[in-house]
Structure formats: C-alpha cells, structure tokens
C-alpha cells in the first residue's frame, strides 16, 4: 500500500501565505492550516489525504454535506442554460420566480415577498435598508436606529458589522456607523434577573428599555437571531421571545429574525421562532439554502411591509447585481427538495439530541465543564476555571484554544467562541461520527485541563 504524500499540505499552505488573504486573516494561526481537497457526507478530507470530521458543516452551512452530486447537476443545468440574467425592474428569470413561490409556502405565515443576496451580511444590510425603507414610507423618517444583542452575529460589512454583538470583529474598523445599540443577550447560563421576574423576560425587557432610552420614533428594527451561533450557540428562555414580540408590537419596532444558520432546519424546525409561536416581521436567511454549494441568501418580509412597498409605486434602490442569480436560484430550489425528502428538521431535532445527551453523559460532571447547551443540531460545551462560580478561565490561558487544537489533531475540526467549543455538523451525520466526536471532545478537554 502506497504511503500518503505528506508533502502536499505544507506546499500548498506555503504558497497559500504567498498570496492568499484570508476573511479572518493571521498568518500566526495560519501557520498549521489544512488545505482542503475533498468532502464526502460530514467529513473533510486535507492534501495528504487525512480525514476528519466536519464539525461545523463548513461555517453552519454545508447541512446536506459535502459531495451531493445532485446539487452540482443542478448548478450545471441552471448555468448552461441560462448563467445569469438581471434582477432589477423589467427583468426576472423563473428559478428566481419559482423560489420565491416555494419560500412563501414554506416561511411563516405573513411573510411572502422575499429579496434574494449573495449571503448573510448582505441580507443584514437588507433588512436595515428595507426597515428605513418602510418607516420612511410610512411618514416615520426619523426611524432609523437599529437594536441587536451582545454576542449576536449578523456578518461583517460596515452595517452588519455595526449590528454585530461580538466586539472582536470591531477595532480595525471604528468607527462603526452610528445609530445601532446593543443590548444584552438572554443567556441562560450568565444572564442575572432582578428577583420576582423570570430570566428570559428580564432579558427581553432589555429591549422596551433600551427602546425607552433612544426614544420608540426613533428605533427602526429589533435584530436577533433565533439561536445565538457564533456568539457561542445561546438557547434563548422559552419566554424570551414571546416578551420580544409584544415589545416589538408596542412599540412599532421591526422585529427581524437573523435565521442564516437556524433556517432550513438546523434547530429543529424548518425556521426557528416556530419553537415559541412567534412570527417576525423580516427574515433573513443564508448558508443552508443551498447548502453552502452557492453564495446565497435573502430576506422574506412581511405582508404589510410588502403592501406599503407596493403602494409607494417608487424604486427601492437598493440595487444588487446578484440578486435572484438563476444559478443560485437553482441550487436553492434543489436544496429545498432534499430538505423535504430527507426531513432535516425531524432529523436535526432527533440527531441534536442524541449528541445533547452524550456530551452531557460523558461531559457534565466534568469539574471544568460549566454548561452544555443547545437546540437541534447545534450544540456548545463552555469550559470554566470554577464550576461553583461560573468564573472563566483567563483569556491569556488560551483554554478554548487548546482544545480546539487538541481536537483537530484527533480528527475533528471545528471552531470555538472564547472558551466555549460549538458543534453543529451536517444534517447527514451518523451516529457514529457523532458518538467519535464526543469522545474526541471529551479527550482534548481532559488534555488540556485535567
């Protein structure tokens, strides 16, 4: 039997360094990249031929896996057919008219008329548009302000990085566009409530407060995602986002789902506010729309938005050269037939909890493990220095760091947010790959910390 190329990473990485700026660039963590080559189900496969499991579905998105031939046929059939054509006024092209029918049966209730981008950030800065759009035509120009949460994600273009709870992503780039605020997020694990009021209300009253402080004639929109991702998989209180509709309702704010990594399925229902019976006002979506095989996404918003839309008989210049891109279209019309026909909210729903319940049987009583946490197939472990406190260890230690490279050289790839370590793997992984990356886990966690 042939020996594997050992050699073929590190000329690739090297040539990588030469040339290639990266989205979250640093050539010190660089330094032990994989360069990818291949992807089969829920595994990766790097240039020596070493396979690992794809903890992340890519970046929350590859959710039919990796390898589905039937959606790289629909893209050649789509891009020999018709490649591209305009989105703007006098012109469409039926992929795009054909998912927009097919969003409108599968999206919440009130909500059929959707905008489509090329990802997520860009369907953040559509909603913000959309928002001003509406208040202005409404004859409320003054509403422009946009609230969204402390360890919230919603990309990272000048606007949506402005939305963006997570500080890190910010320093760079200050000044960040005025007008956005954050509040704090309703984290079970660490957000304290006043005595007499139940934490995820507590939460949500952080809303009604903040609106009170910049003034409700002044505040456009309410940004948060369903299940908090990259901020480290945060499960909102089963009363959180009852509380958030009525504030939103009060007070004439927009309230707009960020459901780019809980849609389609991932949490357990085809979207996400459908757990606590609510309905936004705009969604946003992404990443599992096609699986991750074509830049996409959009925004679907409500009828009344729509109507007034309509009414105003005006252009919305917004513009976008890729919107409704039949390719993409095509994709996403594909990926939503096998999200149908292989039932990835029932199978998202069943597989979260198998893997909800090993960590926490191989993991809880762990002296350095806090909490455990998740909904559907996204699931999060957080480390702390003292369980009794919930004190965390100190940045400087690099914990979290540790472990995510302990992991990756036993075979599973993933990413970490500080100290917590998050999973979230294709739809289509088995048990077995699931039942090896807890015990990966639970090995790393126990190097690094004892």
């Known amino acids: 039997m042939s020996m594997p190329d050992t050699s073929r990473n590190a000329d690739l990485k090297a040539r990588d360094l030469a040339h290639f ?5 640093n050539p010190t963590l660089h330094a032990n990249a994989n360069v990818w080559v291949r992807g089969q189900g829920a595994t990766l496969t790097n240039a ?9 579905a890519g970046l929350w998105n590859v959710t039919a896996g990796h390898g589905r031939t039937e959606l790289a046929e629909a893209m050649q059939a789509q891009a020999t057919t018709l490649a591209y054509a305009s989105g703007y006024a006098g012109s469409s092209n039926q992929p795009g008219i054909e998912l927009a029918e097919q969003l409108s049966r599968l999206c919440y209730p009130a909500i059929n008329h959707f905008f489509f981008t090329s990802g997520g950030a860009e369907a953040t800065e559509s909603s913000i548009k959309m928002s001003r759009a509406y208040w202005k ?12 949460r402390i360890d919230g994600y919603h990309g990272v273009t000048l ?15 200050e000044p960040r566009v005025p007008g956005f605020v954050h509040i704090p997020s309703p984290y079970p694990y660490r957000y304290e409530s006043p005595a007499g009021t139940s934490q995820g209300v507590a939460a949500a009253n952080e809303l009604e407060q903040a609106i009170l402080r910049e003034g409700p004639e002044t ?12 901020g480290g998989v945060i499960v909102p ?18 309230l707009v789902a960020d459901e780019v990594i809980t849609g389609f399925g991932r949490t357990g229902t085809l979207f996400a506010l459908d757990h606590w019976g609510i309905e936004p006002d705009i969604v ?3 990443k599992a729309i096609t699986s991750g095989y074509f830049p996409f996404g959009g925004i679907g918003i409500s009828d009344t938005i729509a109507e007034t839309l309509h009414a105003a008989n005006d252009t919305w210049m917004h513009a976008y050269t890729y919107s409704a891109h039949p390719v993409g279209c095509a994709v996403a019309l594909r990926t939503l037939r096998i999200i149908k026909e292989e039932g990835f909210p029932e199978q998202a729903a069943t597989k979260g909890d198998y893997l909800l319940n090993a960590l926490t049987s191989e993991l809880a009583e762990h002296p350095h493990v806090g909490d455990i946490r998740g909904k559907g197939l996204m699931c999060a472990v957080e480390l702390v220095r003292d369980k009794s406190t919930k004190q965390s260890f100190d940045p400087s230690d690099q914990v979290g760091l540790q472990v995510n490279q302990a992991t990756i050289e036993r075979g599973l790839f993933s990413r970490v947010k500080a100290d917590s370590y998050l999973l979230a793997p294709a739809v289509v992984v088995t048990t077995e790959q699931l039942d090896r990356a807890v015990q990966i886990l639970t090995e790393s966690i126990r190097s690094v910390v004892g």
């Open 21 to 25: 700026i990266h989205p979250l660039h």
């Open 48 to 56: 020596d031929g070493r396979q690992f499991i794809d903890g992340l």
């Open 137 to 148: 035509l409404k004859g409320q120009p003054e509403k422009t302000k946009v609230i969204s």
């Open 159 to 173: 606007a949506a990085m402005s939305a963006t709870g997570l500080s890190i992503y910010w320093p760079l780039f």
């Open 219 to 230: 505040v456009a929109m309410f940004i948060a995602e369903p299940v908090q991702g990259a």
């Open 237 to 254: 209180q089963d009363d959180y986002f009852a509380r958030i509709r009525d504030i939103c309702s009060q007070y004439e704010v927009l």
């Open 284 to 286: 946003q979506f992404a």
